[in-house]
């Protein structure tokens, strides 16, 4: 049984009654420029006869003759996000900055909310979306973010680029930003990477050519620390081995590019292995460009040009930097220093003005696939979309089954929870994080439609009283008394505990894995006098070492819940209380505060080294003890698995005079000609065993022979199916051989394993032997 489908947006067709986008428009209420928009009526009836205004010529065609009415100091201008207005052409300014991370955001310059659009649909953090391993969910988001998107754009408020998702790697636990990620493994992060850029990007005409909004897919690439003891990521150079850089880190965004067509790729501050990712043309003119065939432009993080410059003295002049990042591949900078020092770049010789045309001409491709030199937008796919088509009763709906779909349940001692409302009368609800708003949604957030709060999810089941135990998440110093004393009343207790943006953030990674400050005393002394079970929750990006409470008997259950966004308190009581069945998993490992104690987030090497100590990073590769592992979480229902077809032999076809017929491989190249329909399916039966339907995402873990340093264990697919109680249904991976069961050497080569693969799923193990 595949994904089931979430659900999708509803386009309302209404009469279109104005056209004014945010980048034609000065400051809010200012003047309205000469341009209403480009290639139309406004201001300039001329210019839409001229050539890039042509529609019926080939985009090519239409990018080169803009290009070629271009001064050398007006082609500079498009080099930047706040790109500038060309009068004589009618072409407006326009403002690439706007982001859409897990919802329409007002970071950046390029999104704002009024009077007319008060909010947007705001889903859960990503890390929150991911746990719920379903990837139509993924890719649903996306299309509701994009309409909403449209739908602002059409009445000022938005563009058309939206520099999101944030598809690094959540290598270390500490990361203020991991809570923006997929998590720690390559093949989540990469389903999700292609799934919601396809439902932000394609159009509903199916027409591979144009795109709804443009994603961009950062940052590029092995970036996962902020500012961490005096390290910050201006100044950070990860030492990353190749075989740690294509194994691990490049995987999420050769699927953004090549699976997911995404618009736009964005270069980060850091260096990789002494150079920045900015001026590396192997990493972009190289591998982005050339290799994985980039349909889009290339982005830099804000200033990065700058921070090579000026932080990172990278170069000895600006035009220097300038020229450097320009040749690497980058055709747009976030920020100014492109349009400051470029011309200069061409004048003294470092640059042509030709390799500036390269750039641009990317930028304007990609708005000529929006339709952003396509007139009179009200006759155009999405012209009609407006403020109804924002914070749709469809919409949120999505945003709270996203909600409760990544919920993860990772305690539930003698089956404590779901409460009844008939046996619960009287709930305790006690903690800093019980009746928050904007914790819920995260970071690179937007204005939410509404709200609905822990406290008033679990208030629509029970009676309860409130009391916030601490100030705020940092919890300097806990108030029990009273919490206490509700506690002992109390026909049950929820613990809402966790951190916020003060702990965990960009430019704030966290130096430990404990509760913040005195939350440990608030549950350990609240658990030890209460009533009834306690239900503890965990409202986090990144895990938390919670073995006190796991081992505390007194605590009943433990949920993670993420940042769950506008919903989140719903999801979360109707999680408890059994309005539906939790079947989130962990897509990151919970690791003790000895792993922050012993390794630093500095080293970015994801194997263990056993000559050091050193334990690795991740389930592929960790070799100590865990709180919680990676694809932990548990159901109210049983569900077991039936292998069914699988098997126990694949032969790999190579020609007679391979050298592997004649001598003892361990492995042979992943690339080849033998490697064409080279592939298997893995079918089982998934039955839910219990009395309470719900989804659970079946995993296919295989492990490698070990060779070539190989992982542990690694992901080959997963699958989300919806169940109703004891029904049956079924699952069928479809293994490429070449591509799944293959490893990265220590070159960065992609080799098949030779040898005995066992495949995981849940408790099943099956042996398969690959030869040649």
Known sequence: MASSPASLPCFVSIVFHLWITLHFLSIPGGTKAQAVFACGSGGNLSVADLGFCDMTRSMEARVADLVGRLTLQEKVGFLVSGATAVQRLGIPKYEWWSEALHGVSYVG???????????????????????????????????VVSTEARAMYNLGLAGLTYWSPNVNIFRDPRWGRGQETPGEDPLLSS???????????????????????????????????????????????????QQDLDDTFQPPFKSCVEDG?????????????????????????????????????????????????NSQHYTKTPEEAAAKAILAGVDLNCGSFLSQHTEAAVKSGLLKESDVDKAISNNFATLMRLGFFDGEPSKRLYGSLSAKDVCTSEHQALALDAARQGIVLLKNRASCLPFSSTNIKSLAVIGPNANVTKTMIGNYEGTPCKYTTPLQGLSSYTSTTYEAGCINVGCTTAQVDRAKEIASIADA?????????????????????????????LVAEVANVSKGPVVLVIMSGGGVDLTFAKNNDKISSILWVGYPGEAGGAAMANIIFGA?????????????????????????????????????????????????????????????????????????????DNVCHSSDCKSVDALGDHCQSLGFNVRLRVRNNGTMGGGHTVFLFSSPPLVHNSPRKHLLGFEKVFLDSKREGWVEFKVDVCRHLSVVDELGNREVALGAHQLHVGHLKHSLIVRV
């Open 493 to 521: 207790t929820v613990l809402v505990m966790g951190m916020d943006q003060s702990i965990e953030a960009e430019s704030r990674d966290r130096v430990d894995l404990n509760l913040p400050g005195q939350q440990p005393l």
């Open 261 to 309: 067509n995404v618009a736009s790729v964005m270069c980060s501050y850091n260096q990789v292995n002494g150079k920045p990712t900015c001026a590396d043309p192997d990493l972009l003119a190289g591998v982005v460009r050339r290799d994985w065939k980039l349909n889009g432009y290339i982005v830099t993080d804000c200033d990065s040009i700058d921070v090579l410059y």
């Open 580 to 656: 539906c069945n939790p079947s989130g998993r962990l897509p990151m490992t919970w690791y003790p505060q000895s792993y922050a104690d012993k390794v630093p987030m500095t080293n970015m090497n994801m194997r263990p080294d056993p000559a050091t100590g050193y334990p690795g990073r991740s389930y592929r590769f960790y070799t100590g003890e865990t709180v919680y592992a990676f694809g932990e979480g548990l159901s109210y229902s049983e569900f077991t698995h039936h292998l069914v077809q699988a098997p126990a032999e694949v032969f790999i076809p190579l020609q007679e």
């Open 109 to 143: 310059p390029g999104t704002h909310f009024s009077s007319a659009v008060p909010g947007a649909t705001s889903f859960p953090q990503v890390i929150t979306t991911a746990a719920s391993f379903n990837t139509s969910l993924f890719e649903a988001i996306g299309k």
């Open 191 to 241: 389903k999700y990477a292609s799934a919601y850029v396809r439902g932000l990007q394609q159009t509903d005409d199916g027409d591979p050519n144009k795109l709804k909004v443009a994603a961009c897919c950062k940052h590029y690439t092995a970036y996962d620390l902020d500012n961490w003891k005096g390290v910050d990521r201006f100044h950070f150079n990860a030492v990353v081995t």
